[in-house]
């Protein structure tokens, strides 16, 4: 059984940042794909990041350049530093292992 829980989120400025965590409870994090989605009231979910087991890294284009995933496979957790902040990057914030489980989401939430 998988559990993945996030923490991290919270009200920030435009221009501020945060570092969501998402730990992972199970052992099949190190051979696991991991990402990060959000979910903006009233829209799609969508892919922000991505990182595969071995650390290679996609991001979404509204994105790049702002935000950095990444993993520890000692603490299975992985990490969404989000910095430059946007009203527009204000949603819930999910992680996901392979697509297959999710957590239950931080909120984010960006004041102009």
């Known amino acids: 059984q998988v559990q993945l829980v996030e923490s991290g989120g919270g009200l920030v400025q435009a221009g501020g940042s945060l570092r969501l965590s998402c730990a992972a409870a199970g052992s099949i994090f190190r051979s696991s794909a991991m990402g990060w989605y959000r979910q903006a009231a009233g829209k799609q979910r969508e892919l922000v990041a991505i990182?595969?087991?071995?650390?290679?890294?996609n991001y979404a284009d509204s994105v790049k350049g702002r935000f950095t995933i990444s993993r520890d496979n000692v603490q299975n957790t992985v990490y969404l530093q989000m910095n430059n902040l946007k009203p527009e990057d204000t949603a819930v914030y999910l992680c996901t292992m392979g697509g297959s489980y999710w957590g239950q989401g931080t909120q984010v939430t960006v004041s102009s």
């Open positions: 990182i595969s087991s071995r650390g290679s890294t």
